[in-house]
C-alpha cells in the first residue's frame, strides 16, 4: 500500500464550481499536511498547510484534515480558468525536516473549463 | 527577490557522461532538498541538506552526490547518466523544515 494516495484524474469541471480534491494516507505519524500546485512546466508553489486535524481557509481555499480518517481534502470555491492545474498533497512528521522529506501524492491534474 | 534558482532549465546527456545540476538560494534558507518528478509518479526526495556542510540521503539517492559548502547553493551532481534518470529535478528550500518548501522551476534531463 502506497504511503499517499491521490487521483490522478484529470478532473474537469465548468468555471464557478466547487471543487473538491483528495488525498488517503496510511503512515499515522503524519501531522503536517500540506497542498501545493503546480502549474505545466513549473515548479510546484504551497498553497495551504496545517497542522493536524481541522479546517483552513484562505479566500476560495479551504483545506480540511481528518486524521482518524487519514483523509485530507482541499476545497476551491468559485473555480476560474487560472485554477487550472496539478494539486499535489503533501505531508510529513516532523517540522523539523529529516530524511523523510515531504511525502507526496502524485497530484491531480485539474481541468476549469471557462 | 529570487527565491530559488535552477539552472540550467533543460539538458539532454548520452549514457554515461556526468553533469552537475546548480541550485542557488537567495532568502537565507538552512534546509534545502533535491527533488525528482518522474511522469504520474508524484516527488521523491533524492537528498537534503539541514545547513552547510550538512547532507544526507533522501529516498532515492543512488547515481546521485550532493555538497553544501555555503548556505546559498546546493548542487546535485550525475557522475555516469543513466536512462533511468530522465526525469525533472526541482530543488527546494525552507527555513526550518519542511512545512513551506520554496521550489525552482525545475530542470528537465533526458538521458540518451
Known amino acids: 500500500q502506497k504511503e499517499v494516495e491521490q487521483d490522478p484524474g484529470p478532473l474537469s469541471v465548468p468555471e464557478g464550481a466547487i471543487v473538491s480534491l483528495n488525498c488517503t494516507y496510511s503512515?499515522?505519524?503524519?501531522?503536517?499536511f500540506m497542498w501545493y500546485r503546480q502549474y505545466s512546466r513549473k515548479g510546484p508553489e504551497l498553497l495551504m498547510y496545517?497542522?493536524?486535524?481541522g479546517n483552513k481557509e484562505d479566500g476560495r481555499f479551504t483545506a480540511q484534515v481528518d486524521k482518524s480518517s487519514k483523509y485530507i481534502s482541499l476545497f476551491i470555491r468559485d473555480s476560474q480558468p487560472s485554477d487550472s492545474a496539478t494539486y499535489l498533497c503533501a505531508m510529513s512528521a516532523h517540522e523539523g525536516g529529516g530524511a523523510d522529506g515531504l511525502t507526496f501524492g502524485k497530484g491531480t491534474h485539474l481541468i476549469i473549463q471557462p | 527577490n529570487a527565491g530559488v534558482t535552477q539552472t540550467p532549465k533543460f539538458r539532454i546527456l548520452k549514457i554515461g557522461q556526468s553533469m552537475t545540476l546548480q541550485c542557488t538560494q537567495d532568502m537565507n534558507h538552512n534546509y534545502m532538498y533535491w527533488y525528482r518528478q518522474d511522469p504520474g509518479m508524484g516527488l521523491k526526495l533524492i537528498y537534503y541538506s539541514v545547513g552547510a556542510g550538512i547532507t544526507d540521503k533522501g529516498e532515492v539517492p543512488n547515481g546521485y552526490n550532493v555538497s553544501r559548502s555555503t548556505t546559498e547553493d546546493f548542487p546535485l551532481r550525475l557522475e555516469l547518466a543513466a536512462p533511468s534518470q530522465t526525469s525533472v529535478y526541482f530543488c527546494a528550500s525552507s527555513t526550518n523544515g519542511n512545512t513551506e518548501a520554496f521550489f525552482g522551476q525545475g530542470t528537465r534531463l533526458t538521458v540518451v
Open positions: 503512515n499515522s505519524a503524519f501531522q503536517y
Open positions: 496545517t497542522y493536524s486535524s
